[in-house]
């Protein structure tokens, strides 16, 4: 009768801690594959959403680095950006920027002012952020030998504000800007509502 007894306790014992284990391994997977934000949209700028520059005095105009309004299409790969920069009479297309989300590096190509310039970034997720650290080669203007600045951006999504809770949620880019040949460094922050 007891041996029975411990025998229905061992097997008990044995049943919860392989349910316990299964239990946790589940929680764990879920953890893990949590999905990672949408940043699809066609999104615009905020009024007075660009922070302050360092030193505490007005931020310039750079804000993001992509300009006051853009349109974010993201797949499970990689995320797509465009944005307009030039006028119609500048007969150029839209800026196109692809970010592979992969944590390999995307090369883009920019037409500006001093000829093409290529752009290598690498774009990686910090929990629910994505992070694309930009690094940007061109020649010196007087010298002629090339510079490398690095631009790294920080893309969260910002829930709406109590009482809002039916509105959609805030693009939040965090942009910091490397100095460029013994320069400071600037750090901006801007605020992007999906249209």
Same mark, same amino acid.
């Given at each position: 009768?007891? $041996?029975?007894? &411990?025998?229905?306790?061992?097997?008990?014992? $044995?049943? +919860?801690?392989?349910?316990?284990?299964?239990?946790?391994?589940?929680?764990?997977?879920?953890?893990?594959?949590?999905?990672?934000?949408?940043? &699809? %949209?066609?999104? +615009?700028?905020? #009024?007075?959403?660009?922070?302050? #520059?360092? =030193? =505490? =005095?007005?931020?310039?105009?750079?804000?993001?680095?992509?300009?006051?309004?853009?349109?974010?299409?993201?797949?499970?790969?990689? @995320?797509?950006?465009?944005?307009?920069?030039?006028?119609?009479?500048? @007969?150029?297309?839209?800026? $196109?920027? $692809?970010?592979?989300?992969?944590?390999?590096?995307?090369?883009?190509?920019?037409?500006? %002012?001093?000829?093409?310039?290529?752009?290598?970034?690498? #774009?990686?997720?910090? =929990?629910? !952020?994505?992070?694309?650290?930009?690094?940007?080669?061109?020649? !010196?203007?007087?010298?002629?030998?090339?510079?490398?600045?690095?631009?790294?951006?920080?893309?969260?999504?910002?829930?709406?504000?109590? %009482?809002?809770? #039916?509105?959609?949620?805030?693009?939040?880019?965090?942009?910091?800007? !490397? %100095?460029?040949?013994?320069?400071?460094?600037?750090?901006?922050?801007?605020?992007?509502?999906?249209?």
């Amino acid at each position: 009768m007891r $041996r029975e007894k &411990s025998r229905k306790i061992l097997r008990l014992r $044995r049943t +919860t801690i392989i349910l316990v284990a299964f239990s946790a391994g589940i929680l764990v997977g879920r953890a893990a594959t949590k999905e990672k934000p949408d940043f &699809s %949209g066609v999104w +615009t700028s905020t #009024a007075g959403s660009a922070g302050l #520059a360092r =030193g =505490g =005095g007005a931020a310039a105009s750079l804000g993001s680095g992509w300009g006051e309004s853009f349109v974010i299409t993201q797949d499970a790969d990689a @995320l797509l950006l465009e944005r307009t920069f030039f006028t119609r009479a500048d @007969l150029q297309p839209s800026m $196109r920027f $692809r970010f592979a989300l992969d944590g390999s590096e995307s090369r883009n190509t920019v037409l500006m %002012g001093r000829g093409i310039q290529v752009q290598v970034s690498t #774009a990686v997720w910090e =929990g629910d !952020h994505l992070v694309i650290t930009t690094v940007f080669t061109e020649p !010196h203007a007087i010298e002629g030998q090339p510079i490398t600045s690095r631009v790294k951006q920080t893309l969260s999504l910002q829930p709406p504000s109590p %009482g809002r809770a #039916a509105w959609p949620p805030s693009l939040v880019v965090e942009t910091i800007r !490397h %100095g460029v040949l013994g320069g400071p460094s600037s750090k901006t922050r801007t605020v992007y509502t999906r249209d």
